[in-house]
């Protein structure tokens, strides 16, 4: 299947490692041009490399905070600058520390509201009306599975990743007339650094066991999602959030 993804513009936040390199690769494995960001510019230009030596698309790099508003104003308008045009955007943030809610404190939901809400807020403000102008656009967040049912000592994630939800169904309904669309993934247990740190905080959890596939999912496997998200088949796909799970989730939603 032809996913019309070639000479796409895409950036891909947080994309050094993870969740967001999966992406990042799998978008260049269509011939999508790549903006990637992160904050450990060795780290993101280790990958970028890595990903021009193996599919030879176009990448641009820069470190930032995603939840600076002024940086992510001037990373998006680079890649504007550089590209002339903007196709995809994948908003994505690392996850706040597992905590309960008496354990939280103020300074934590404001710090989780700028790292997950707030850059997802960012990138939309700047990337919107680029795509616009265009009449196409892909609008991307990557949320948790925490938003469909709501996973033990991470409150912040719980509570902070729903507003998401919230955002990307008001912008699919907003923009869904200049032929943008906004979706949600949610990640479930994926093999990844962040489920490394989480099992530090959640002794004794069997996590491949809650899954109806008994085993933990692959970065490649939620990648795919995203890409097909991002690409001309997915054309009638908007507003929605689409759990990548294994079958976590137990509601019928």
């Known amino acids: 299947m032809d996913l019309e993804l070639r000479d796409r513009v895409a950036i891909v936040a947080a994309s050094s490692r993870g969740l967001g390199l999966a992406v990042a690769r799998g978008l260049a494995r269509e011939g999508a041009k790549l903006a990637l960001c992160s904050r450990n510019a060795a780290v993101l230009e280790s990958a970028a490399e890595a990903i021009r030596r193996d599919t030879g698309v176009e990448v641009m790099t820069q470190a930032f905070d995603v939840t600076v508003y002024e940086a992510v104003r001037r990373f998006v308008a680079a890649v504007l600058d550089r590209y002339g045009r903007l196709d995809i955007c994948v908003a994505n943030a690392g996850g706040p520390p597992a905590k309960t809610f008496a354990e939280t404190t103020i300074e934590d939901w404001h710090a989780a509201a700028e790292l997950n809400l707030m850059s997802t807020v960012y990138f939309a403000r700047e990337v919107l009306p680029a795509m616009q102008q265009r009449k196409w656009g892909r609008f991307i967040a990557i949320t948790s599975v925490a938003v469909k049912q709501p996973v033990e000592n991470l409150v912040l994630s719980n509570s902070v990743r729903s507003g998401v939800v919230g955002l990307v169904k008001t912008l699919a309904n907003e923009y869904g007339p200049d032929n943008i669309l906004v979706n949600s993934v949610c990640p479930g247990y994926t093999a990844t650094a962040r ?39 997915a054309s009638y796909i908007t507003g929605t959030s689409i759990a990548v799970d294994g079958g976590l989730v137990k509601g019928l939603y």
């Not at 740190?197 to 996590?207: N, P, R, T, V, Y």
């Open 195 to 233: 489920l490394l740190q989480l099992s530090a905080s959640h002794a004794g959890k069997d996590w491949a066991g809650e899954t109806a596939l008994r085993r933990i999912g692959q970065p490649e496997e939620f990648a795919d999602l995203v890409v097909f998200l991002a690409s001309q088949r």
